[in-house]
């Protein structure tokens, strides 16, 4: 296996593999912004500089492939001073006033008070405390005092239902335009012509809704606070939600899910990025899809129609009327007259205990498996009946002699 040398240590990497990949793959830290696992690499952002032995300039680390003997250094002198800049440059091209909360209102300038009287800028940035961005300003030292900011309002798209795109903040990293085309292949945000257009903040990465299925990947590959969900804004901040793991109810895929909880409430979900089989992939319902939970219409408690009227009860009442009502119905008209519903949003072991209990309580049925008596149904417009599909039991014996 190929080998080169990262800050003196030397590692071995796959043929193919980039620096950054490389390092990373030996627990090697080198910051980026515009970088996405599994994308084709833009060096867009200019922060994963890092210095080769033998080359005349500082080399992007995401772009430049690893090769055997090379000696790369990742936190040099040097480096360290072109990521500073880097850093002020992009944080100077956005409305990016998280960085002066610890200075008095009265002593900031003309546009760091324009940028809060910008649209969906009255409140803390949905990305503070949670924020790439940030976190290398942090890391590097960054001296805010030295940066001239001037806001200059930009395309805000507050028009979706869920999703708030706010090009004010827009690092034009490129991070949304992988993870729509290269990540969910929706090919609905345009991708830049050139990187001197991308890093000339001259482009911005307008969606085509008409291509666009609102699942929310660019949300989650955004680095800054320019892409947020609006159910979410001014709800949460940074780490103050607990994150809980949990499956997607909504298909038979089972996508890992963040539930992102504060006070009881789930307040956001994201993918989980190293999360079989999504790996942080999700599609509309899956990530924006749970107001449900929290709903008032939600039933907590049985109901029994008497009377043309609704009324609590308790479990046992609940369940003894149900037990009684169904007995009496398959013995006037036998099994198959019974039919089971099983809700989309349960997981798939409860649906198919479901299955599996309503067949075996109720002998020579096929509860839920087939469309009509005997599992047949009756055509309307033709007349005809469809063929009985197998039941659960008939499919596994069948699965058993193949396997025989």
């Not at 390092?23 to 867009?44: D, M």
């Not at 003309?110 to 009287?117: I, K, S």
Request: with cysteine.
């Amino acid at each position: 296996m190929p080998s080169l040398t990262i800050n003196g240590r030397q590692v071995s990497y796959d043929t193919g593999q980039t620096i950054l990949e490389a390092a990373r793959a030996n627990q090697v830290h080198i910051p980026s912004l515009c970088y996405l696992e599994g994308c084709t690499p833009t060096g867009a952002c200019g922060v994963c500089l890092v210095e080769v032995k033998g080359a005349d300039k500082l080399l992007p680390a995401c772009e430049t492939p690893a090769s055997q003997d090379m000696e790369v250094l990742t936190e040099s002198p040097q480096v360290r001073l072109a990521r500073q800049e880097a850093l002020k440059k992009i944080v100077a091209s956005g409305a990016h006033n998280c960085f002066v909360l610890n200075i008095p209102p009265e002593k900031w300038n003309e546009n760091q008070l324009a940028m809060m009287e910008h649209p969906w800028h009255g409140a803390l940035c949905p990305a503070h405390g949670d924020c790439r961005l940030q976190d290398l300003v942090v890391e590097y030292g960054v001296s805010i005092k030295d940066i001239e900011f001037k806001f200059e309002p930009a395309e805000l798209d507050d028009s979706h239902p869920v999703i708030i795109r706010d090009f004010s903040r827009c690092i034009s990293c490129g991070r949304c335009v992988a993870a729509c085309n290269q990540v969910q292949v929706n090919s609905a945000i345009k991708p830049p012509k050139d990187l001197a257009e991308q890093q000339a903040n001259s482009w911005l990465p307008v969606v085509d809704y008409e291509k666009c299925t609102h699942c929310g990947e660019c949300v989650q590959a955004c680095p800054v606070g320019a892409l947020f969900e609006k159910k979410a804004f001014g709800r949460i901040n940074g780490h103050e939600a607990e994150k809980v793991r949990t499956t997607c109810p909504y298909c038979g895929v089972g996508c890992q899910l963040w539930l992102h909880v504060k006070d009881g409430r789930v307040v956001k979900v994201t993918g989980v990025e190293e999360g079989h089989p999504n790996l942080g992939r999700l599609c509309v319902k899956g990530r924006f899809g749970y107001d449900f939970i929290h709903s008032s219409e939600r039933l907590t408690a049985p109901l029994i129609k008497e009377n043309g009227e609704f009324r609590e009860a308790s479990w046992d009442e609940a369940l003894d009327l149900v037990a009684k009502r169904l007995t009496e119905i398959k013995e006037k008209h036998g099994p198959d007259a019974l039919a089971g519903v099983s809700c989309a949003r349960s997981i798939n072991g409860a649906a198919d205990r479901a299955a599996d209990q309503g067949e075996r309580r109720v002998p020579g049925g096929e509860l839920g498996r087939g469309p009509g008596p005997g599992g047949q149904a009756a055509d309307r417009d033709k007349g005809e009946a469809r063929p009985r599909r197998p039941g659960r039991g008939e499919l596994r014996a069948q699965h058993k002699r193949r396997l025989l």
